[in-house]
C-alpha cells in the first residue's frame, strides 16, 4: 500500500530479519518482567506515520507493556488489532482496563461477535478477517505419510493445533477412534495442559502421532480428514485452510464457526458421526469446490488486504 514497513518486538526470534527490520525494545516481551521503558519504546516508535498494534493491547499476557504502549501512541494514529480481548478468556475476566481507546486509534477485530462485544463496551471496531493465500503450494502426501510411518489406506486424521484446553483434544481422540483413524497432533502442550494431554494420548483408543511436518502445505496434503472440535476459536484457521485444500473438515460448535459457517462454508458436525462416515465412504468433490470457492472468494489475503485499504483510506492514513 506505499508504506515502509519496521518491526518493534519484545524478544528476537529465527527469521525476524526475513521480514524487514526489528527494533527489539526490553519489556514488551510476553514473559518480561520489567516494563518497557518510556524513552526505548519512544525512539522505536519515532517518525512512523502508523503504529499496528498486534493483539498486545487485547490479550493481558502483558498488562505493563500494553498500558506503555497505550501511553505512547495516545494522539497518534495507530490500528489496534484485537485477537483475543480478555473477558472471553475465563482466566482473564477480571481485567476491565483491556483494551485501551483513543480518538485518534481505528479498532479492527477478526471477527463480528467481538465487534458486537467491544460496541458493548463502548469501542467502535472494524471487522477484518483473517486472510489465506488462495494458491499455497502443494504439500508433498506420499512424502509425508511415509515419514509418519503411516500406510496408504490408514485414515489420517490431523488436527493442527496447540493442545491447550478449549482446542478439546479429547474429543478429537474419540472422534478418530470411532472411525477407525491414526490421531496426528501437530502442535505442542502449553498453558500447563502437559500432564493432561499427556494422560489423554496415553489412554488413547487409536494410534497417535506427535510428529511436525516440513510445511503447512504437508499437512493438508497428508490427512484424510481435519478435526476441529475446539469449544472457542477467535476464528480457528485450519478448517479454513482445509477448505482452500479441498479437504474435509469436522468442526465443532464454538460461536465465530456460526460466522464462518453464514459465509457459505460446509463442515462436517463434530457432535455427529454419521455424516462423516457418510463423507468418508461416499465423497463428495462438489463440496470440497464449494468451500474451495468461498474460502478463496471471502477470506483471500486479497480481499483481506482490500479491507484494511479502505480502513486507512477513510482515516486518511495511507501515503
Known amino acids: 500500500m506505499g508504506f515502509d514497513v519496521d518491526w518493534v518486538a519484545g524478544g528476537f526470534e529465527q527469521g525476524w530479519h526475513a521480514t524487514?527490520?526489528?527494533?527489539?525494545?526490553?519489556g514488551?516481551?510476553?514473559?518480561?518482567?520489567?516494563?518497557?521503558?518510556?524513552?526505548?519504546?519512544?525512539?522505536?516508535?519515532?517518525?512512523?506515520?502508523?503504529?499496528?498494534?498486534?493483539?498486545?493491547?487485547?490479550?493481558?499476557?502483558?498488562?505493563?507493556?500494553?498500558?506503555?504502549?497505550?501511553?505512547?501512541?495516545?494522539?497518534?494514529?495507530a490500528v489496534l488489532h484485537h485477537h483475543d480481548p480478555p473477558w472471553q478468556r475465563e482466566r482473564f475476566a477480571h481485567v476491565t482496563d483491556l483494551p485501551p481507546d483513543d480518538p485518534a486509534w481505528r479498532h479492527v477485530t477478526i471477527n463480528d461477535l467481538t465487534?458486537?462485544?467491544?460496541?458493548?463496551?463502548?469501542?467502535?471496531?472494524?471487522?477484518?478477517?483473517?486472510g489465506f493465500d488462495p494458491d499455497p503450494p502443494p504439500g508433498d502426501r506420499a512424502g509425508t505419510r511415509a515419514s509418519l510411518g503411516v500406510a496408504d489406506d490408514t485414515l489420517l486424521v490431523a488436527h493442527p493445533v496447540r493442545a491447550i484446553p478449549r482446542k478439546d483434544v479429547g474429543r478429537a481422540i474419540a472422534i478418530t477412534a470411532?472411525?477407525?483413524?491414526?490421531?496426528?497432533?501437530?502442535?505442542?502442550?502449553?498453558?500447563?495442559?502437559?500432564?493432561e494431554l499427556d494422560r489423554l494420548?496415553?489412554?488413547?483408543?487409536?494410534?497417535?502421532?506427535r510428529k511436525p511436518?516440513?510445511?503447512?502445505?504437508?499437512i493438508y496434503a497428508a490427512a484424510d480428514l481435519v478435526v476441529f472440535p475446539s469449544?472457542?476459536?477467535g476464528f480457528g484457521n485450519p478448517p479454513v485452510e482445509a477448505a482452500i485444500a479441498r479437504k474435509p473438515?469436522?468442526?465443532?460448535?464454538?460461536?465465530?464457526?456460526?460466522?464462518?459457517?453464514?459465509?457459505?462454508?460446509?463442515?462436517?458436525?463434530?457432535?455427529?458421526?454419521?455424516?462423516v462416515r457418510t463423507w468418508l465412504a461416499d465423497p463428495d468433490p462438489d463440496l470440497l469446490d464449494r468451500n474451495r470457492a468461498v474460502a478463496t472468494r471471502e477470506l483471500s489475503l486479497e480481499r483481506m488486504a482490500g479491507r484494511l485499504q479502505a480502513l486507512l483510506e477513510a482515516a486518511g492514513w495511507l501515503p
Not at 524487514?20 to 526490553?26: I, L, R, S
Not at 470411532?178 to 500432564?195: A, H, N
Not at 464454538?254 to 464462518?260: C, G, R, T
Request: glycine fraction near 10%; aromatic fraction near 4%.
Open 231 to 233: 469449544t472457542w476459536e
Open 178 to 195: 470411532e472411525l477407525g483413524g491414526t490421531y496426528w497432533l501437530l502442535g505442542p502442550s502449553e498453558d500447563g495442559y502437559g500432564p
Open 115 to 130: 465487534r458486537r462485544q467491544m460496541a458493548d463496551r463502548g469501542i467502535t471496531a472494524t471487522t477484518i478477517r483473517n
Open 213 to 218: 511436518a516440513p510445511t503447512r502445505a504437508d
Open 201 to 209: 494420548l496415553a489412554d488413547a483408543p487409536c494410534p497417535v502421532l
Open 28 to 77: 514488551l516481551g510476553i514473559d518480561d518482567i520489567d516494563p518497557p521503558d518510556g524513552s526505548e519504546l519512544a525512539a522505536a516508535l519515532a517518525g512512523t506515520d502508523l503504529v499496528v498494534v498486534e493483539n498486545l493491547c487485547t490479550i493481558p499476557l502483558n498488562p505493563a507493556a500494553a498500558h506503555a504502549v497505550a501511553e505512547g501512541l495516545r494522539g497518534r494514529p
Open 249 to 275: 473438515a469436522v468442526v465443532g460448535d464454538y460461536p465465530v464457526a456460526a460466522e464462518l459457517r453464514a459465509l457459505g462454508l460446509e463442515w462436517l458436525p463434530a457432535d455427529d458421526l454419521t455424516p
Open 20 to 26: 524487514g527490520a526489528t527494533t527489539v525494545v526490553p
